[in-house]
């Protein structure tokens, strides 16, 4: 969880995480998770109004 949060940055919440399945291969854990997460997607541009 912690690479998540540091990929995501420091404004970005983890607000929930689920196992949806689990299984095995070759002696490892292979998970699949959900994973809720709350981040600004905002990105601001200057508005050209072109003359």
């Not at 919440?13 to 959900?34: A, D, P, R, W």
Request: net charge negative.
């Amino acid at each position: 969880m912690k690479q998540l949060q540091n990929e995501l940055g420091t404004d970005a919440k983890i607000l929930s995480e689920k196992v949806l399945h689990e299984t095995m291969e070759h002696g490892k854990v292979k998970l699949n998770l959900y994973i809720s997460v709350e981040e600004n997607i905002v990105k601001h541009e200057p508005i050209d109004q072109g003359d």
